[in-house]
């Protein structure tokens, strides 16, 4: 079989099974093309993205699957990528042509196992499901957070505690899928961890610790987003190699958000959003949208003349972020997805600094089109607040007309948590200032669940669910 030079090509190789990746072309499997950190990314609800790194280039990444262990099919395309200081290529594929909410078996070439996944619940399916949230989750381990810190950062794990990698992996049978709600990795920690003695100092590494904590973070993770998708958003910590500190040490492909744009397939090209900053997409009764608080709107806090320190952006012309978002949430159909679930990374109901420029920027399109819940990170504690219209709560229990904010940042990285300010803001229900992430059920039309789930011991700390009266068909 030969493969064409078109981006993805789909062949059903009914006839032709010996041409499946996995069997052609296992004896030329060198250490240069092992699949690592394998990633999968929903594409519609008839597709998924699969994403891997390796050592070398690929020609063609390439991607085998099948309802059943022989990978009847394949799908190749030439998305082979890499960036300055990056030790790995990025390799995507997108499978197409599947049927909704089935489970798959796939193996990207080279892999020598073979995963599965489940693609997405069609919009108007009314079945309840659960999907996790977690903000702010670092490398874990000796580069990132353990039991011990250097000077200058806080909270390490106590002896015997479960990361938050290791409590979703757990439980990842109980969950559709993971929303990483931005700061993946915290690379660009590497600094403050050399700075505090934590790690040698090498500052002329020519970046390869950040590269290292990379790595590192995405190998971790695989035992997750190989087998449920991963979707993610930007968060500050992506946007640079420092955090802002010193910003003369950066290099190029560690600024200007140049591994998350390199690592990630969200499904923008199927929502009109751009790359993996914004995006859309539905999973049973609920339409999921991703807004980006680090740039392309007035005063973003990333770009140049923004708060200053991570000058990144915009990637887009002025003005197409918010309109791609009014856009979006106006063409929800409201009667296949009743709930429509938005996260972006910066919050501005907190006990603690707020972004006021995305609540300009995005509160009052929120509000307009009634979305139902808005998933925010950034500080890294938990903080569950009530429904606002404009400082103005509403209880959750009674069927609110303003959106219900969660802010948990509490995954944990290197530098630990923070602390609130008191008293904490009059909308507040709950504040937790512990390792965890958060487990959502979405129970049908008229009810929808928070559990916050304390990483270490697996303990359920929080639990709230949300009302809305409103009649539907699918149930
Ligand atoms: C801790 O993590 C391990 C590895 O993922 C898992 O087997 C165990 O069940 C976890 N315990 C809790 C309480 O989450
Ligand atoms: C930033 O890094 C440069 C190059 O290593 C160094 O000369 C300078 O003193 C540093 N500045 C700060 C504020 O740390
Ligand atoms: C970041 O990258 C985008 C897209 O390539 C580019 O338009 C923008 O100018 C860059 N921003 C900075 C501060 O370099
Ligand atoms: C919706 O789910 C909630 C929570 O499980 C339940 O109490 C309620 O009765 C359900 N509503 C319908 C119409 O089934
Ligand atoms: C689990 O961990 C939380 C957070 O550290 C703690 O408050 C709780 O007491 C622990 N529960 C058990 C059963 O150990």
């Given at each position: ?209 950040y590269d290292k904590i ?40 560690q600024m200007n958000f ?6 990630w397939n969200m499904p ?208």
């Open positions: 079989m030969k493969f064409t030079s078109q981006a993805v090509t789909v062949l059903a190789l009914a006839t032709t099974a010996s041409c499946a990746a996995n069997v052609q072309r296992r004896d030329s499997c060198t250490a240069d093309v092992e699949a690592t950190q394998v990633r999968l990314a929903y594409h519609g609800d008839r597709g998924m993205s699969v994403s891997w790194n390796t050592n070398s280039k690929l020609d063609k990444p390439s991607v085998a699957f099948g309802k059943t262990m022989q990978l009847g099919g394949i799908v190749t395309s030439d998305q082979s990528t890499t960036y300055p200081t990056s030790s790995t290529y990025n390799n995507h594929v997108i499978i197409t042509g599947l049927q909704p909410n089935t489970r798959y078996h796939y193996q990207p070439y080279c892999s020598d196992r073979i995963y599965s996944f489940t693609t997405a619940r069609t919009a108007g399916d009314g079945s309840d499901f659960k999907f996790a949230m977690v903000g702010d989750m670092g490398t874990m381990g000796p580069d990132g957070l353990s039991t011990t810190v250097g000077k200058g950062a806080a909270n390490p794990l106590k002896p015997g505690d479960n990361t938050s990698i290791d409590s979703l992996h757990a439980l990842k049978e109980s969950f559709d899928f993971v929303w990483h709600v931005g700061d993946i990795a915290y690379a660009d920690a590497w600094l403050k961890e050399e700075k505090g003695g934590y790690l040698p100092e090498n500052l002329n590494d020519k970046g390869a610790e990379l790595n590192d973070f995405y190998n971790e993770i695989e035992e997750i987003s190989r087998d449920v998708p991963y979707m993610v958003g930007p968060g500050n910590h992506e946007a640079n190699c420092d955090n802002g500190a010193n910003f003369s040490l950066c290099l190029p492909g140049t591994g998350y744009r390199a690592h923008s090209d199927i929502s009109g959003g751009l790359e993996n900053f914004w995006y859309s997409f539905d999973h049973g009764m609920a339409h999921f949208v991703v807004f980006n608080t680090e740039t392309d709107f007035p005063n973003a806090p990333d770009e140049p003349g923004g708060e200053g320190v991570e000058d990144a952006g915009p990637f887009a012309p002025t003005g197409t972020q918010l309109a791609w978002l009014k856009n979006d949430l106006a063409s929800v159909d409201r009667k296949k997805t009743p709930w429509v679930i938005a996260a972006g990374h910066r919050p501005w109901y907190v006990s603690t600094t707020e972004c006021k420029e995305c609540q300009a920027a995005f509160e009052p399109i929120l509000l307009e089109y009634g979305v139902d819940l808005v998933l925010q990170g950034h500080k890294h504690f938990y903080e569950r607040e009530s429904a606002i219209n404009n400082f103005v709560a509403q209880e959750i229990t009674n069927n609110p007309s303003a959106p219900w904010y969660i802010v948990n940042g509490a995954a944990g990285h290197y530098d630990g948590l923070d602390t609130p300010t008191y008293p904490l803001v009059p909308t507040s229900r709950k504040l937790l200032t512990v390792y965890g992430w958060s487990l959502f059920t979405v129970h049908n039309c008229t009810h929808l669940t928070t559990e916050f789930i304390a990483s270490g011991n697996g303990s359920i700390l929080d639990t709230a669910t949300l009302y809305k009266d409103r009649t539907c068909d699918f149930n």
